[in-house]
């Protein structure tokens, strides 16, 4: 049980506080097999400096180890070796009050089904040492959008409800670490606008933010940094901005007014294809060709042009450059 005296919150760690919410060194983990199934070597040396304030994208395929670095920090699981520090506390030495500094949303939802949502918080918040007067039970209800279900079952929830009820309940003793395991999984379009909404508020409000998501375009909208996880390793981790810089790959695609037969020859010296007679595709390199080059084979063809559309490359380009390796047959996005 964590203990209630050394129990930091955002609102009183914001001024100070480590430059790094979160630092993971050397971290390793191998599950022991059990059976048939031999011991899985979940993490090979994971590396992380997660800095105080940021929000913070853990990208992987299925089974990369997200969950299992996440679950370490969480208590749930016990490393093999190495370290971590969670708002400079150190997990090993420090352990309960490591764990009163971060919150946790698991992937796997586990409410007790004949708890009412104001009993989940209010439990929670008497298992941190939170008193009463401090408890912020309506206002976290409210920010999840569980108001009106305060009292209602957890088992008559919904799935996106029960995830939202998850979120609330690891923000009850105002830790200045919130992890989130895939926070939107199930959670419809509208309401995970309203949970990234609540999300960001937390952040700016001081709370550093740890997410996993397979939802790429989320992770680009929302972080400012980004890892990547495969098989155990980091094997990207920088500003969401560099990582999409990384690519340096676009495509413009150039419909046609007429037919022609073939990719004019004014395009040899690029990566041209014709998807279908009216339909032009180039590739090229920012850094290395100007998009006044290609107007000018165009014009230099005589081609009719209707419509140009350049299409950029993004996370989920970076992200299966990174993880298309012949070992990650397992893996995948879902
Ligand atoms: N309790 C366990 N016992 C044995 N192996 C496990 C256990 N938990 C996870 N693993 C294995 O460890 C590896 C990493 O799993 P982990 O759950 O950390 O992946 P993940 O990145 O969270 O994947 P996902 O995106 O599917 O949630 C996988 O190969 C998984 O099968
Ligand atoms: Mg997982």
């Known amino acids: 049980m964590p203990d209630s005296v050394s129990r930091p919150t955002a609102a009183d760690m914001a001024p100070a506080g480590p430059a790094a919410a979160i630092a993971i060194r050397d971290l390793r983990k191998t599950y022991r097999g059990s059976g048939k199934a031999p011991p899985k070597e979940a993490l090979k040396g994971i590396n992380l400096t997660i800095p105080r304030g940021s929000i913070y994208g853990l990208l992987g395929p299925n089974g990369a180890g997200k969950s299992t670095t996440i679950n370490i920090l969480a208590g749930l699981v016990n490393k ?16 309960r009050s490591a764990r009163a500094a971060i919150g946790i949303v698991p992937q796997e939802l586990n409410l007790d089904p004949f708890f009412t949502p104001r009993e989940i918080l209010d439990l929670q918040a008497g298992l ?71 999300v960001r508020e937390l952040n700016r409000a001081g709370t550093t933010v740890v997410l996993t998501t397979h939802y790429l375009e989320e992770a680009q909208e929302l972080c400012d940094t980004i890892a990547i996880v495969n098989h155990g390793q980091v094997v990207a981790c920088d500003s969401t901005a560099v990582l999409l810089g990384r690519l340096d790959a676009k495509e413009m695609v150039v419909t046609l007014d007429q037919d022609i037969a073939a990719v004019p020859t004014q395009f040899a010296g690029f990566d041209a294809s014709l998807d279908n007679p009216r339909r032009l595709t180039i590739r090229y390199r920012p850094t290395q060709t100007r998009v006044a080059d290609l107007l000018g084979a165009m014009a230099a063809a005589g081609l009719s042009v209707k419509d140009l559309s350049m299409v950029e490359s993004d996370l989920e380009d970076v992200f299966l450059q990174l993880t298309r390796t012949p070992a990650s047959v397992d893996g995948g996005l879902r």
Not at 88 to 94: E, F, L, P, R, V
Not at 160 to 171: D, E, F, P, S, T
Not at 186 to 192: K, Q, T
């Open 128 to 198: 941190y040492g939170v008193p009463k007067a401090e408890r912020q039970t309506d206002r976290l209800l409210e920010a999840v959008g569980l108001k009106d279900k305060a009292n209602a079952y957890a088992r008559t929830l919904s799935g996106g409800m029960r995830r939202r009820l998850m979120v609330a309940k690891a923000m009850v003793h105002a830790p200045p670490v919130l992890v989130l395991d895939e926070p939107t999984a199930g959670v419809d379009v509208e309401l995970r606008q309203s949970l990234w909404a609540y």
């Open 80 to 95: 093999t070796s190495g370290t971590a520090e969670i708002w400079g506390i150190d997990i090993d030495k420090h352990p």
